[in-house]
């Protein structure tokens, strides 16, 4: 099936060629916040439902702001011009880089730099970066002194006029592990190699292969991605998983419409018992542990009735064991499909896991960002009518204003909430999650969260921000059937609660290079069993948390 869809696209985009298009991870906040500025003060429109972007866009979108460089703030302008330095081989036809470091200037084609950081190469045909990865962080509190670090390498290359390549290895170390798929937090998660306890190393690899056209672009690649508005955790999919290979489309025929598309191949981690076995000797026996199969397909259209006013609609299958070309259907609503196939089980089973949601994002008022997202796993409208019962719903609503009457800072208000059950699904091998990490927001179900931020940036590269937020969690409630899930009220009680004040310092030095500390009041407090199992030991309880570090790469 995988041919013949890839054959179909490639027929169709040889058709109409432009550029290349590699992706700048979502890790990356500060370029991905200095874009949502531009286009709060609208210079610049972006629909920042979908994330990542591509490093072609972003460069795009910086030269297209230069035409109001004059308009800007002095902070403003010279951000602009830094993080242009930062996309050079985009930006430029020639390579340009800085000559009082370039010590391979008389080289044909080739260069290094230090901002950005890294190796390049770039003719009429090839151009590539290569840059390394490191980055360390410091922790302290009551508990003691905990670290983490990573390394690696990353590069991008451009090949002709129409395919990207990019790929970032990296290994990870945490002396404590704080991202098990227990954990209440947005912290990445990560497939730990053997035992949590003591500390955890896990290593990514990330990247693909990209074909871009006039009006789209399509991508065999392992990445992690967001769908939905937020500051502060995305209620569609949030990324927090390890990241997954996947087909990904982005179409833009017209220019009030966009459609994204993605086809994933997920970890179920359920094992096959029928197609697992023992191998080895009778010396050395090993038992070969082979997991089901799990896909997701997912499909989002966005349209642009006027100016500054994006309104974005899609659904969402889970589905596993075996594979079914109705269910890679780019355009399709896929609870009707999966009716199609498995409706007529007795024991009522045999279907699969399906979403819809649905993403404003309002930018028609100068400084102002008014957004907000709704998932939902199931919809039934008998359940309204009955106040004991509930529907299965996400929701996230949220406010930002920038540099309104003053320059230079942004507000951010927050709130999202999420029912019982809604992230949750009977069937083990077609939940809502890829190596068991949830897809959805990473408080999960039947919990909120008021979420709060001030930043401010008095110079180019200086972040100061301030965050506040107050996440709650009911009791764990299982989703065993739909009858009993759906009568459980919300949040009966305060089963985990967590109170945090944090206050942030970075510092950007080069393009991906940045140095910051923090101080974190926070207070997470609830029922000593669930606590425990929701919370990295080393925040139990009221804490003091101070922390620094480096980053070099994302």
């Known amino acids: 099936m995988l041919r013949y869809f890839t054959a179909i696209i490639l027929l169709l985009v040889t058709l109409s060629l432009k550029s290349q298009v590699v992706y700048e991870h979502i890790t990356n906040e500060n370029i991905y916040q200095f874009l949502d500025e531009l286009s709060n003060e609208k210079w610049i429109e972006i629909n920042g439902v979908v994330k990542p972007y591509s490093r072609v866009f972003i460069a795009a979108k910086l030269q297209e702001a230069q035409a109001f460089q004059g308009q800007m703030s002095s902070r403003q302008a010279k951000e602009l011009d830094f993080y242009l330095k930062g996309f050079t081989l985009e930006v430029n036809e020639k390579l340009t880089l800085n000559p009082k470091v370039n010590i391979l200037k008389k080289t044909k084609g080739f260069g290094v730099d230090i901002n950005p950081l890294g190796g390049f190469y770039k003719d009429k045909l090839f151009s590539f970066q290569i840059q390394p990865l490191y980055g360390y962080h410091l922790y302290k509190n009551d508990n003691g002194q905990e670290s983490f670090s990573y390394g690696g390498l990353q590069g991008y290359a451009y090949i002709g006029k129409h395919i990207g390549v990019y790929a970032s290895l990296r290994d990870h170390h945490y002396s404590e592990v704080f991202n098990t798929v227990d954990f209440l937090n947005p912290i990445p998660g990560g497939n730990f190699k053997g035992s949590a306890k003591g500390g955890v190393d896990w290593s990514e690899m990330r990247g693909g292969v990209t074909f871009q056209w006039n009006w789209g672009e399509i991508g065999v690649i392992k990445d992690h ?24 489309i982005k179409i833009k025929p017209a220019y009030w419409l966009e459609y994204n598309y993605v086809h994933g191949w997920l970890v179920s981690e359920v094992v096959d018992s029928a197609r697992s076995y023992w191998d080895g000797t009778s010396n050395d026996p090993r038992y070969r542990t082979v997991f089901r199969p799990k896909w997701l397909t997912a499909n989002l259209f966005t349209v642009r009735p006027v100016k500054g006013l994006n309104l974005s609609i ?22 009707p499909v999966d009716h199609t196939y ?14 819809l949601f649905a993403d404003v994002s309002i930018r028609m008022i100068k400084h102002v960002h008014l957004y907000g997202a709704l998932f939902s796993d199931e919809i039934k409208f008998d359940r309204m009518k009955t106040d004991s019962l509930h529907n299965f719903w996400s929701w996230k609503g949220g406010l930002q204003v920038s540099n309104f009457l003053v320059n230079n800072y942004s507000v951010t208000l927050e709130y999202t909430k999420t029912l019982p059950g809604t992230l949750q699904h009977p ?13 959805g927001h990473y408080l999960r179900d039947n919990s909120d969260e008021i979420y709060a931020c001030l930043q401010v940036k008095p110079l180019r590269g200086l972040h100061l921000k301030a965050e506040a937020f107050i996440a709650r969690h009911g009791p764990n409630e299982i989703y065993e059937t739909g009858n009993d899930i759906v009568a459980v009220p919300f949040m009966e009680t305060e089963a985990w609660k967590n109170t945090t004040y944090a206050f942030t310092v970075k510092y950007e030095l080069v393009n991906n290079f940045y140095i910051w500390g923090n101080v974190t009041l926070s207070n997470i407090v609830g029922d000593e069993t669930l606590v425990k199992l929701w919370t990295p030991e080393y925040y139990l309880g009221e804490q003091t948390t101070l922390s620094g570090g480096f980053n070099m790469g994302f």
């Open 225 to 248: 991605f967001t769908w939905g508005n937020n500051n502060h955790g995305a209620n569609i999919f949030s990324g927090k998983q390890p990241s997954y290979a996947q087909i990904s």
């Open 314 to 335: 899609g659904n969402s299958i889970i589905y596993s064991d075996q594979d079914h070309p109705a269910f890679w259907m780019p355009i399709f609503v896929y609870k």
């Open 342 to 355: 498995n409706a007529t089980d007795k024991y009522g089973q045999a279907g699969q896991n399906s979403q």
């Open 427 to 439: 069937i083990s091998t077609t939940t809502f999650a890829s190596n068991r990490y949830n897809l």
